[in-house]
């Protein structure tokens, strides 16, 4: 009841905000009516007419006084200072439309710069995955028994007696990695090879997530007799099938074989891979008899963990099954002896991890760097009209008064930067989904009222750390001082001053640390793109093909499709070279190989030693410029069962055969048959950011696994502009086989492009955001040495007039500038020196503590600065005391 | 004139409401005129702090106002009770009535000995 009654009033009150004059001239004639009676009362008791009236207000206690108690009733106060508060901060602000304008620029930045990357940040990494439950869900990996490899991948037979023994999880699922199809076109459509993920029927219960249409796999497509089936992803129904759900249940052919649609998976759904676009179920790919190996590690397993069984406790029964494992195939130095775990959602945004929380962190120091400039904009102001301040008090102005004025100019100004921080924010954004497609989740980036929430504290924030420190020096009992120092305009009161100096170091260390920062990485991007692959790079172009094992079933077919192929590649006018391996340098991992040296004694059981494994043409060397270091490459007549060769790289004749010539001796390896070693060929490394690894090279025209291989990767080398062979070269596949597609047509340039992405991204953000600062903080500290020179001309003229030397004012000025530059340029470098250290990971050749870096930032800063400071100081040494004495 | 009571902070209101309820629709100076004649001369009244309390209790929806002529033909602002003025009054009478009536058992009580 009493609720309703003060809501009543309040809303009277508010309404009190319109038609305020018509409500004072109402309650005028009120108390004028009032008067009239009091004194016809008191006339009637015989007073004079002077008296009476003076009587009738002396009774009412005040005709202002009254009307003034009576507004504050009527009306809230509290809400109307408020309001002209606000109008009185927009005519400030708008006096001086430049520095205003700055400030809400360098505010905007600083905000939609934090916001985005907070938003990517929080989609990215904060937001749980959407499955069901996701705080169950955990990657599960093998600890190798090498202990080099604590998070390897998990083989097939493993994961086998893990489904069978363990009982702490609800849900376990297996899913193959990097498997690709050929998809057949269907009444003209072109073929086209397609990511896919072969996966056991348990992985969308596992992971809780339900089809679009359809269904998804059962027990009974699982397995080897089923019919084959596939689920399709959203992406590619609606690419390739146009969206129409008639598909389901009807067969597509992929690797000429025939696949069932039983379902579709919704929009948001791509599991392990952003580039997966279709599912079949593994154990039906699969043979039985792949899916029962101990030592060869190529999938990837999850489980969901039963209630009340901890991540540790599940993981622990998994690593004693692991060692029984272990200990019963001692001999074999490729099954590991332990389990490991991850949380799901650690596993999927591992990589990028620590680079989006380096950007974060750079962010918010360039808002803070903006929130100090706008402090030191706001003190300037208030230094300006220090005397007025001063002088409003003393008269009774009342302190929170004073300060809540700070207040709502700063807020202003944060919230004209928020605005237009959104909306950078926002085209921030598009900019960065659309550049980053490879990292994972980068489809649930959207802002949401979390990062409005966000937006909001941050304006707030911003507002409030420029608003106080703006007006420390409102407070306190310097009313008199005030008035004293303004009384005649001598210099500025030290005090603010030296608040504006401390503002500015701190500037310019936030400063100092982004550039380190940036510097760090640049060098190491430059480290990594200068990195040689070991091979040829210039205008080679390569592309992927895989030939279907049922339609090349026979090993003379594949045989004869690499040979004609690459004759007619060769005989295209323009090219210099063609050849065909398993993968080009820079193309990945791709595979390696266990293997024992025939004439070296046996190793200690449970010791194995691996190297890549690659299967390559005789002319693969030359036609990349590897050189041959010695012996020669593979015979060029040997076909499928000609005597087995193997040609080693250098690091690997260094590594197992040193001070002996390793021609002539044999491997033995791939189901432990001897290779004869036939040459020694110069180091290539599979990914740019690694050193080179042992490598051997396998003839790709004889049997390796009971057949020659069906996947390889076509490399062309031209003298002009390699770009222009991809289509003859596509052209000339279709040719040999209509349904078979190729992938990743890639120049070499574009391959390193696409494995440099992530440092070449970092190091360019961040880089900008180090120049955006030091451009901000040298407009502070250009500012307020501007601001320091005009409140010191009169000294300064005074100084002049008593002979001093114009060259002593410039150095003096330049090192008032200078100082608190040293000082932050001080802090900022032993900040650096703790911060980069976050960095380590993301670094490439370059150690935190680099030199040069660390050498060549302070020069950089202090020439940027110098400059910035000797505009103001060559300013302070021209002044005409004449001039200056006259504004006395 | 120094032994006069102030008035307590909150019984204003009540007064002028009870003033309403026995006179019937009045102006202020009307109001505050009747409130200083009940009180036997005892209470100093401020006539102008009677407006912003009025105007309370009009925001609280307690009374009503508008302008009217008075007896001698002069125009006034008149005060009326409303129904849920009423109401207040009569439950606001018995709250202070019934706190009236703890404090003088409480402070008749005889020392004991």
């Given at each position: 009841m009493s609720f309703m009654r003060s809501m009543r009033a309040l809303f009277w009150r508010l309404s009190a905000f319109f038609r305020k004059q018509q409500r004072d001239a109402e309650f005028a004639a009120e108390l004028e009516s009032h008067l009239q009676f009091h004194i016809e009362d008191n006339l009637r008791a015989g007073m004079s007419p002077e008296a009476a009236r003076r009587e009738a207000l002396l009774k009412l206690g005040g005709f202002e006084q009254t009307k003034k108690n009576y507004r504050d009733r009527r009306g809230l106060p509290e809400l109307e200072a408020l309001f002209q508060d606000l109008r009185f901060g927009f005519r400030m602000l708008l006096k001086s439309p430049g520095s205003t304008a700055a400030v809400v620029i360098a505010l905007a930045l600083g905000i939609g710069a934090s916001t985005a990357m907070f938003t990517v940040v929080r989609s990215v990494l904060l937001r749980p995955l959407p499955f069901k439950d996701p705080a169950r869900l955990v990657r599960l990996y093998e600890h190798s028994a090498d202990d080099k490899f604590p998070y390897n991948q998990v083989a097939s037979g493993v994961f086998k007696a893990w489904k069978n023994?363990?009982?702490?999880?609800?849900d376990l699922a297996i899913v193959s990695l990097g498997a690709e199809y050929n998809l057949s076109g269907q009444s003209g459509q072109l073929p086209e090879k397609v990511r896919a993920a072969e996966c056991s029927w348990s992985l969308f219960p596992t992971l809780g997530v339900e089809p679009a249409l359809g269904r998804t796999f059962t027990p009974s497509d699982d397995q080897p007799s089923a019919n084959g089936t596939v689920v399709l992803s959203w992406a590619l129904w609606k690419r390739?099938?146009?969206?129409?759900?008639?598909?389901?249940n009807q067969k597509i052919r992929l690797d000429a074989k025939s696949y069932a649609v039983i379902g579709i998976m919704p929009s948001w759904f791509t599991y392990p891979e952003q580039r997966v676009q279709l599912w079949t179920p593994v154990y039906h790919e699969q043979s039985a008899k792949d899916m029962e190996v101990l030592d060869s590690h190529d999938f990837l397993a999850i489980g969901r963990l039963k209630p009340g069984v901890t991540e540790a406790q599940a993981t622990a029964e998994l690593s004693v099954i692991v060692r029984r494992l272990h200990d019963q195939h001692l001999d074999d130095p490729f099954v590991s002896k332990a389990a490991n775990s991850l949380p799901l959602l650690d596993d999927v945004v591992g990589d990028i991890k620590t680079s989006l929380y380096v950007l974060l962190a750079a962010t918010l120091c360039v808002l803070l760097i903006a929130c100090l400039d706008v402090a030191s904009l706001l003190v300037a102001r208030g230094a300006a009209r220090r005397k007025e301040l001063a002088i409003r008090s003393a008269l009774g102005g009342s302190r929170w008064r004073l300060l809540s004025e700070h207040l709502v100019e700063s807020l202003l100004l944060s919230a004209a930067g928020g605005g237009l921080g959104l909306l950078l924010a926002y085209a921030a954004l598009q900019w960065f989904v659309a550049t980053r497609q490879d990292i994972s989740r980068i489809e649930a980036i959207d802002m949401d009222a979390i990062v409005a929430a966000f937006i909001l504290g941050l304006v707030l924030l911003s507002a409030l750390v420029a608003g106080i420190a703006s007006s420390v020096k409102i407070s306190g009992d310097q009313v008199l001082s005030a008035l004293q120092e303004s009384?005649?305009?001598?210099?500025?009161g030290l005090e603010r001053v030296r608040l504006r100096k401390g503002l500015l170091a701190m500037e310019v260390g936030l400063t100092v640390m982004l550039l380190i920062g940036a510097g760090l990485l640049l060098k190491s991007y430059g480290q990594l793109r200068s990195s040689s692959l070991g091979c040829v790079t210039d205008n080679v172009l390569t592309m992927r093909f895989s030939l279907p094992e049922e339609k090349y079933a026979q090993p003379s077919q594949r045989v004869s499709f690499f040979e004609s192929l690459l004759e007619r590649v060769r005989a295209l006018p323009g090219i210099q070279s063609a050849a065909l391996v398993r993968a080009v340098p820079g193309q990945g991992y791709a595979g390696d190989s266990g293997f024992w040296i025939a004439e070296h004694p046996p190793l200690p059981q449970g010791q194995g030693q691996y190297a890549l494994a690659r299967w390559a043409d005789p002319g693969y060397f030359a036609a990349l410029g590897i050189p041959l270091l010695r012996g020669q490459t593979f015979d060029e007549k040997a076909r499928l069962d000609s005597p087995l060769q193997v040609i080693i790289s250098e690091s690997f004749a260094r590594q197992y055969f040193p001070g002996e010539d390793p021609i002539g001796k044999h491997l033995l390896t791939i189901g432990r048959r001897p290779f004869q070693i036939v040459g020694v060929v110069g180091d290539t490394r599979f990914t740019i950011a690694e050193a080179a690894r042992p490598m051997m090279y396998f003839p790709i025209y004889t049997s390796l696994y009971g057949n020659v291989p069906n996947e390889a990767t076509l490399a062309i080398r031209s003298s002009r502009d390699v770009t222009s062979f991809a289509v003859p070269g596509q052209k000339l596949v279709e040719q040999l086989d209509p349904e078979l597609a190729v992938s990743d047509v890639l120049t070499m340039d574009q391959l390193i492009g696409k494995s440099t992405l992530d440092a070449s991204f970092d190091a360019t953000l961040l880089l900008a955001f180090a120049v955006l600062s030091l451009l901000l903080a040298s407009v502070g500290l250009f500012g307020v040495l501007s601001y320091i020179v005009a409140q010191r001309t009169p000294e300064i003229g005074i100084r002049l007039a008593l002979g001093a030397q114009r060259g002593q004012l410039l150095r003096l000025t330049l090192v008032d500038g200078l100082k608190p530059a040293v000082a932050g340029l001080v802090l900022g470098l032993a900040g650096a020196a703790v911060a980069t250290r976050m960095l380590s990971s993301l670094l490439y050749g370059v150690q935190p503590l680099d030199a040069t870096v660390f050498a060549g930032v302070p020069i950089l800063l202090l020439a940027v600065v110098g400059i910035a400071c000797l505009l103001p100081a060559w300013r302070a040494s021209r002044v005409d005391p004449v001039i200056a004495l006259r504004y006395e | 004139m120094g032994d006069k009571a102030d008035v307590w902070q909150g019984t204003l209101a009540l007064m002028i409401l009870k003033t309403l309820e026995t006179l019937g629709p009045l102006h202020g100076y009307g109001v505050a005129r009747r409130i200083e004649q009940t009180s036997g001369g005892l209470l100093s009244l401020n006539?102008?702090?009677?407006y912003p309390a009025l105007l309370k209790l009009e925001q609280e929806g307690s009374i009503e106002s508008e302008w009217g002529v008075s007896d001698n033909n002069r125009k006034a602002k008149y005060y009326k009770l409303t129904r849920a003025g009423r109401k207040q009054l009569e439950r606001e009478t018995h709250d202070w009535k019934q706190a009236q009536a703890i404090l003088a058992k409480f402070l008749s009580a005889e020392p004991s000995t």
């Open positions: 023994e363990s009982h702490g999880f609800s390739r099938f146009g969206g129409d759900s008639s598909i389901l009384s005649r305009s001598h210099s500025a | 006539y102008g702090t009677v």
